[in-house]
């Protein structure tokens, strides 16, 4: 995540405020990095209308802001499942950086039911390939990184920790189904925040559902209670190895407003 106060930002910061009331443009010629302090624009692209000093906490308080469309073409348009990846590895702090942006993403009562392994090593990666279906235990092999994505089934023992305004651990001891039904829907949601957010901090995904659970379960989880949902390899992928965009499904073919 990049912070206001990097340099980057300073050379060029461009910010459209969500009700498109007006633009906000930083001053770089301030003098000063602190406080902030942007200038008003109309939208018509006249002369400034105002001026103000921003802190960060009065930075919090300014309505949602929209990703511009180089973001969400890294997030999704030019985003592609990778293959084949280049040997450049993934530092621990990497993988650290990813995991604490998508905690923040929501789940059912706070549950946060995921829990990841991070295969890197050589004898790790040659035992979760060994778990592939064949297709996939090469690309396993050959990534830098494949993460696990493993729901835990005793999730609501860290309720009272997530959740402490009430008592929704006794939701669900002694509920199977919801116990189930919730640390499989929410772990893969999770894993889903994981995709984009290995996206956001530049890297390439390739997740898989093509391998034997009960191996992996065996291999990663055992005398847990945790069991594997899906892998996602991480890492820099090959471009050159990528095939065209298979085609998806338009609006009115996934969708309805009612």
Same mark, same amino acid.
């Given at each position: 995540?990049?912070?206001?106060?990097?340099?980057?930002?300073?050379?060029?910061?461009?910010?459209?405020?969500?009700?498109? /009331?007006?633009?906000?443009?930083?001053? @770089? *010629? @301030?003098?000063?990095?602190? &406080?902030?302090?942007?200038?008003?624009?109309?939208?018509?692209?006249?002369?400034?209308?105002?001026? @103000?000093?921003? %802190? !960060?906490?009065?930075?919090?308080?300014?309505?949602?802001?929209?990703?511009?469309?180089?973001?969400?073409?890294?997030?999704?348009?030019?985003?592609?499942? /990778?293959?084949?990846?280049? +040997?450049?590895?993934?530092?621990?702090?990497?993988? /650290?950086?990813?995991?604490?942006?998508?905690?923040?993403?929501?789940? !059912? $009562?706070?549950?946060? =039911? $995921?829990?990841?392994?991070?295969?890197?090593? &050589? +004898?790790?990666? +040659?035992?979760? $390939?060994?778990?592939?279906?064949?297709? *996939?235990?090469?690309?396993?092999?050959?990534? =830098?990184?494949? $993460?696990?994505?493993?729901? %835990?089934?005793?999730?609501?023992?860290?309720? &009272?920790?997530?959740?402490?305004?009430?008592?929704?651990?006794?939701?669900?001891?002694?509920?199977? =189904?919801?116990?189930?039904?919730?640390?499989?829907?929410?772990?893969?949601?999770?894993?889903?925040?994981?995709?984009?957010?290995?996206?956001?901090?530049?890297?390439?995904?390739? &997740?898989?559902?093509?391998?034997?659970?009960?191996?992996?379960?065996?291999?990663?989880?055992?005398? #847990?209670?945790?069991?594997?949902?899906?892998?996602?390899?991480?890492?820099?992928?090959?471009?050159?190895?990528?095939? =065209?965009?298979?085609?998806?499904?338009?609006?009115?073919?996934?969708?309805?407003? #009612?």
């Amino acid at each position: 995540m990049v912070s206001l106060a990097e340099p980057a930002i300073w050379n060029m910061a461009y910010y459209l405020a969500a009700d498109a /009331h007006c633009t906000f443009v930083l001053d @770089t *010629n @301030t003098g000063s990095k602190s &406080p902030l302090t942007y200038w008003f624009f109309s939208l018509s692209g006249a002369s400034p209308i105002g001026r @103000t000093a921003l %802190d !960060s906490v009065s930075i919090s308080k300014m309505k949602k802001l929209m990703l511009n469309d180089d973001a969400l073409d890294l997030l999704f348009r030019n985003a592609r499942t /990778h293959n084949v990846w280049l +040997e450049k590895p993934v530092s621990d702090e990497l993988l /650290h950086q990813l995991y604490d942006l998508m905690k923040y993403g929501p789940t !059912s $009562a706070n549950s946060s =039911p $995921a829990r990841i392994v991070f295969v890197k090593s &050589p +004898e790790a990666r +040659e035992n979760l $390939a060994a778990c592939m279906s064949e297709g *996939n235990a090469a690309k396993t092999r050959q990534a =830098p990184v494949t $993460a696990i994505i493993g729901m %835990d089934f005793k999730f609501y023992e860290k309720l &009272p920790q997530l959740f402490p305004h009430t008592d929704a651990r006794s939701w669900f001891v002694g509920n199977q =189904p919801l116990i189930d039904a919730t640390a499989f829907r929410n772990s893969a949601l999770q894993g889903a925040y994981l995709i984009i957010a290995a996206r956001a901090l530049g890297l390439d995904c390739g &997740p898989m559902s093509g391998f034997d659970e009960e191996k992996v379960n065996a291999a990663f989880f055992a005398g #847990t209670s945790v069991k594997a949902n899906f892998v996602c390899s991480l890492g820099y992928g090959d471009h050159s190895k990528l095939f =065209p965009r298979s085609p998806r499904l338009s609006f009115d073919e996934a969708c309805r407003i #009612t």
